[in-house]
């Protein structure tokens, strides 16, 4: 599976859109693109996945530029409850999941 | 989103006792589920991967005497770990991969926290 790199860490406003970039250069045609964080203490969670379209949920939107060399995940308008270390995951339809050391994301009040 | 519960949260143990860890996918057929550890301050590494109704597949470097897995069912594995030492003490997470449109996606339970005394 590729391998990701994301800043170590990030402040963001609150009440500001969150953009956390990934980049996965080494990106395969089958590979998708996964986001996960995790909240201190608790288990990762699910945010949003894609291939090569932008895709948008409840939660966030993620960007995935045509090459497929590198996404963002925005959060439209952080809260404190964002707070929290964000995995960007790249990997085919198989099963494993390898985490990297995500971003730690910090709202500020 | 499917909810994969993990008990128990946080347990105590003395050093050379046998700890077992639960997971269980409450509202989907898990097939496939995994186990994770992770140390303070550090991202989670996998354990292991578990088929229902086959034996465990272990990640390099992993003993799989001592971290022992059964998925006996589609919706129960556990993680039992053996002769529990203080070097074990570490957060360990199980996840469970969903069905249908969401049989690309990982659920992960909240976690639980292992210290061996």
């Known amino acids: 599976d590729a391998k990701t790199t994301q800043p170590t860490s990030m402040d963001c406003a609150e009440g500001r859109a969150a953009n956390l970039p990934c980049n996965h250069s080494?990106?395969?045609?089958?590979?998708?693109v996964y986001w996960y964080r995790q909240i201190h203490s608790q288990g990762p969670q699910y945010i949003i996945h894609?291939?090569?379209n932008n895709e948008t949920n409840e939660m966030a939107s993620l960007i995935i530029t045509e090459d497929r060399k590198s996404s963002t995940l925005i959060l439209p308008h952080a809260t404190l409850r964002d707070t929290a270390v964000y995995y960007c995951?790249?990997?085919?339809?198989?099963?494993?999941?390898?985490f990297g050391t995500g971003t730690s994301l910090t709202v500020i009040p | 989103g499917a909810v994969v519960s993990q008990h128990p949260s946080w347990v105590i143990c003395k050093s050379g006792t046998s700890v077992k860890i639960e997971c269980r996918s409450l509202d989907f057929q898990a097939t496939t589920m995994f186990w994770y550890r992770q140390f303070p301050k550090q991202s989670l590494m996998l354990m292991a991967t578990?088929?229902?109704?086959?034996?465990?597949?272990?990640e390099q470097g992993v003993e799989k005497d001592k971290f022992l897995i059964n998925h006996a069912s589609l919706t129960l594995s556990t993680l039992t770990v053996t002769s529990a030492h203080p070097e074990d003490s570490s957060f360990y997470i199980c996840s469970a991969k969903g069905q249908g449109l969401a049989k690309n996606i990982q659920y992960f339970g909240a976690g639980t926290r292992l210290s061996v005394l």
């Open positions: 995951i790249v990997k085919n339809t198989g099963n494993q999941f390898y």
């Open positions: 080494t990106i395969s045609g089958n590979e998708y």
């Open positions: 578990s088929n229902e109704g086959s034996k465990a597949t272990y």
């Open positions: 894609g291939l090569k």
